[in-house]
């Protein structure tokens, strides 16, 4: 085999090997399953204490706060709460609840251009109260507020993205 | 001719690694240049958040009982009279040191109500812009009740 042919047999060679290691990275970077990152958020938390002090003039001047520590003496079957009390307007305190979030989480969060995730994932009743306006994909800003009543316990979560 | 074939092949290579330096000084200085860009307007938002805190803090604002003072709260009253006092050029350039060239809203959500601007100083020629906004209680004294409400502050550079 004369040189030239050999310098261009290794050429390929490297050629070759350079291929299959681009290849290689791209394949290994594609399958990377996204990695769940939560930063702490001082907007979510603040949204979270801010909306349990609001007071709620149809419940006899009650705290969100209280409307959810009643919310969670009672149960929830068939779509309704059985056991809750009711405010002025004839609502369940877990309904007022619900629609005081959902409010407000739309005319801030939701109109400033955030995904949010509202989630009480550790009582069995208020887990109902759950809002979001989508998914957050990988990155999210968490801020969470735990309300304890009698032993009885309930950790409020917001993630935004 | 071998000679001249070899100082192409030179040529060729150099051409190759300079193109490639090139690329890499390219990436390098694009990537620098959006992360600069992003540190700065996080630098902005903590500014105005900043703001924020310094006016929910001001006595002139605050929800105070006796010596306690209710975080992320202000007063339904002390903000209806402060923001027309802010609203005089006088007082506007006494408080230039708190708050400087920025606008300050707050708005009843729930319930709902009417944006009260409280302090708004927008200089002549604005070059950039960044809005800050964070929920608060609005406390009304006469009612003893708190409204869900948001802080909005707009810093100018």
Not at chain 1, 89 to 116: H, P, Q, R
Not at chain 2, 22 to 51: C, D, H, M, P, W
């Amino acid at each position: 085999m004369r040189k030239a042919q050999t310098e261009i047999f290794g050429l390929v060679i490297i050629v070759i090997l350079l291929a299959l290691g681009l290849l290689f990275t791209v394949l290994v970077l594609t399958n990377q399953q996204p990695t769940i990152s939560t930063k702490e958020s001082i907007q979510a938390r603040t949204y979270l204490s801010t909306l349990l002090g609001t007071t709620v003039m149809e419940c006899s001047k009650q705290s969100v706060r209280q409307l959810l520590e009643n919310c969670m003496d009672s149960s929830y079957s068939g779509g309704q709460y059985v056991g809750a009390s009711s405010c002025l307007d004839g609502v369940s305190t877990c309904e007022k609840a619900k629609t005081i979030i959902t409010n407000t989480l739309t005319n801030t969060f939701g109109s400033w251009g955030y995904t949010y995730e509202f989630s009480i994932p550790d009582n069995d009743v208020l887990k109902t109260l759950n809002a979001s306006n989508g998914q957050c994909p990988s990155e999210r800003e968490r801020g969470s507020w735990k309300i304890v009543k009698t032993g009885r316990s309930a950790t409020l979560t917001l993630d935004l993205c | 001719m071998r000679g001249q074939i070899k100082m192409f092949e030179t040529i060729a290579v150099l051409i190759v690694f300079f193109i490639l330096l090139f690329a890499g000084i390219t990436f390098y200085f694009t990537s620098q240049t959006s992360a600069v860009q992003k540190e700065r307007t996080e630098a902005q938002n903590q500014y105005a958040y900043q703001l924020a805190l310094r006016a929910l803090n001001l006595p002139e604002l605050d929800c105070s009982f006796l010596v306690t003072q209710r975080d992320n709260c202000v007063d339904a009253f002390k903000l209806n009279v402060f923001s027309t006092l802010l609203s005089e050029q006088q007082t506007l350039e006494q408080y230039f040191p708190e708050f400087g060239y920025s606008t300050i809203k707050i708005t009843p959500i729930f319930p709902s109500g009417s944006t009260k601007i409280l302090y708004d100083n927008t200089p002549l020629e604005v070059n950039s812009n960044l809005t800050n906004k964070n929920p608060i209680l609005i406390y009304n004294p006469l009612l003893d009740t708190y409204s869900f409400g948001v802080i909005e502050v707009n810093v100018y550079a």
